[in-house]
């Protein structure tokens, strides 16, 4: 399985506070990989700076063999990264169809993808021509995902998703994002709900202070309460 | 179900029609306060052609910064450099503008207006390349260097054309009033009003219509998402602030045969009230700067025939009202 984006050495300084120190990580075509962690532990700055939203004071970054950690957002975007933040991001002012007319960037939008879209979101369809900002939190999470997925991409990286969410939402956004994963997509996934990570992930990395302390497959860290519990704090059982 | 299945309605979304009555509420208001139905009448009149101006003026303005957070200072450079191009044309022309042809006025004034917004475009390239591209995300600095910049170019107007005030003498055509019983009202504030008209209807038109309106609206509101998805925001914004100055050059040159002169610090009391147009408006909204203007010269021009003494501060009291009412704004479009 070859590695569609890889991250050596990478740091990050926000200010005066070294976030990232020292990030190396890799993510298989084709695969789920999970980054877990506890709060404050660097997930979401990863995140943002593989998408060049903020820039690694040092290390490489590289896509597809591309070295991309001293590219523009917008260039790292037509490389074919999506990015879904943490916060959403949807453009409230916006109605559904213009946030997605605007995702789709190289045209207008494929028909046969909306369609693949719809079938599991379709919420989408029938609040077309209403404005985002008059979503719940669980459609607007939906469209932040549709945003990204609209085109194809090569990488899609994922931002707590599930943050928020009622559970029964939280159940029918892991059914979309399977069903994205089973398109073939290569996913970076940011995740603090661990039932959610288990059902999608294939490999997991697990962060701390900056670094990766972890790294192996889901299925092996999903089977072993002891570590779960050295490494998050938590057991899935308890999480349950 | 979840709401993931969208079995439930979706809330329709609320007209906010608040800020749009407000003027009209403040109008009539004034009938009754006014007395006289014709000075009502003509006072309205000019309260809406001096709007229509300052919303040219503010348009370009409130979009800079609501889509990237920049605070120019020297917008008013832009009015007073688009006044000045003007009599460029307009000078040599002398003879066609007094003419009493409403056609040859309009062929020497629209080349005029067009050259002025050209050379303004022109000149928000040149500023927002050398002034503002190195101080972005640092307010401070903004201020200092685009009222640096605004001086600068208020000195330079004055080295070219000299100190005196020059006079912009209306055109033939557009001198006197329209009779409506006993009702007078100035041809010209009728041109201002209908500009200033078409412009809100074709900024409307872009920003609602096109994929360029719906970047800068997206841009607005989240300028970090919009690049996510993989568009250059800096180049949308070097556009939008060309155009932004364009539309403040128009602006200054209908300001200019408005008040029949031209002088280089005539922005200097009209950027005071762009900004509480800007303030009141909601960073970054047409629609709330459109009837931010309105409310502008309403209460200018209300407050001046009713309290004079009360003429200099009548709009920082609108502005206190309005932002005690709505502290984003009449339309918050961004979260600053």
Redesign the interface.
């Known amino acids: 399985m070859t590695d569609l984006l890889k991250l050596s050495g990478v740091h990050t300084h926000i200010g005066r506070y070294h976030i990232l120190q020292g990030i190396d990580l890799a993510v298989p075509q084709g695969q789920v990989t999970m980054l877990l962690g506890r709060n404050g532990a660097g997930k979401t700055t990863t995140l943002r700076t593989i998408m060049g939203l903020w820039q690694a004071s040092s290390g490489e970054i590289s896509l597809a063999g591309m070295r991309i950690e001293s590219r523009a957002t917008p260039d790292i975007a037509r490389l074919g990264v999506g990015y879904v933040p943490e916060s959403m991001a949807v453009f409230s002012d916006l109605t559904v169809k213009e946030n997605l007319v605007l995702a789709a960037r190289d045209g207008p939008l494929d028909d046969a993808q909306l369609d693949w879209i719809f079938g599991f979101f379709p919420a989408l369809r029938r609040f077309w021509l209403s404005r985002a900002g008059s979503l719940s939190g669980g459609q607007k999470q939906m469209l932040s995902i549709a945003r990204a997925i609209i085109e194809p991409r090569k990488l899609l990286l994922i931002d707590e998703p599930t943050k928020g969410l009622a559970p029964a939402i939280v159940m029918a956004l892991i059914e979309c994002l399977k069903e994205i994963k089973r398109k073939g997509a290569t996913i970076l996934l940011v995740e603090q709900n661990f039932f959610a990570a288990r059902e999608l992930g294939d490999s997991v990395l697990v962060m701390d202070n900056g670094t990766i302390v972890h790294r192996g497959e889901m299925a092996a860290l999903a089977a072993d309460v002891p570590l779960q519990e050295r490494l998050l704090g938590l057991s899935l059982e308890a999480h349950q | 179900m979840?709401?993931?299945?969208?079995t439930d309605p979706?809330?329709?979304?609320k007209r906010d029609l608040a800020p749009v009555l407000l003027p009209i509420a403040l109008a009539l208001l004034m009938i009754p306060l006014i007395g006289s139905t014709s000075s009502w009448l003509t006072l309205t009149a000019a309260s809406l052609a001096m709007g229509m101006m300052i919303f040219i003026m503010a348009s370009g303005l409130t979009l800079v910064f609501g889509l990237m957070d920049v605070l120019n200072f020297g917008h008013g450079a832009f009015i007073a450099v688009g006044a000045y191009v003007a009599t460029l044309v307009l000078a040599p022309f002398a003879a066609s503008i007094q003419a009493d042809s409403l056609w040859m006025n309009l062929a020497v004034l629209a080349p005029a207006a067009l050259l002025s917004m050209a050379v303004s475009g022109a000149l928000g390239l040149v500023v927002e390349r050398v002034l503002i591209l190195p101080v972005y995300g640092q307010h401070l600095k903004q201020i200092l260097m685009t009222t640096g910049g605004l001086i600068v170019a208020e000195q330079t107007l004055y080295a070219l054309w000299g100190p005196q005030i020059i006079p912009m003498p209306l055109p033939a055509s557009l001198r006197g009033s329209f009779i409506l019983g006993d009702v007078a009202i100035a041809k010209y504030r009728v041109l201002a009003m209908l500009i200033g008209l078409a412009v809100f209807i074709a900024i409307q038109l872009v920003l609602n219509r096109t994929?360029l309106g719906?970047?800068i609206?997206?841009g607005v509101?989240?300028r970090?998402?919009?690049?996510?998805?993989?568009?250059?925001?800096r180049r949308l914004f070097l556009g939008v602030f060309m155009t932004g100055s364009a539309l403040a050059g128009l602006g200054g040159v209908m300001w200019a045969l408005y008040r029949e002169q031209v002088h280089a610090s005539m922005s200097d009391d009209l950027t005071v009230l762009i900004f509480i147009v800007v303030i009141i408006g909601g960073l970054g909204s047409i629609g709330g700067c459109f009837i931010g203007a309105i409310l502008v010269a309403m209460v200018a021009n209300y407050g001046g025939f009713l309290v004079p003494k009360l003429a200099l501060v009548s709009n920082i009291l609108l502005m206190v009202a309005i932002l005690m009412w709505r502290p984003r704004g009449l339309y918050a479009?961004t979260s600053r």
């Open positions: 979840t709401d993931l299945a969208a979706l809330p329709k979304p994929k719906l970047l609206r997206a509101e989240n970090e998402m919009v690049e996510a998805l993989g568009y250059r925001i479009v």
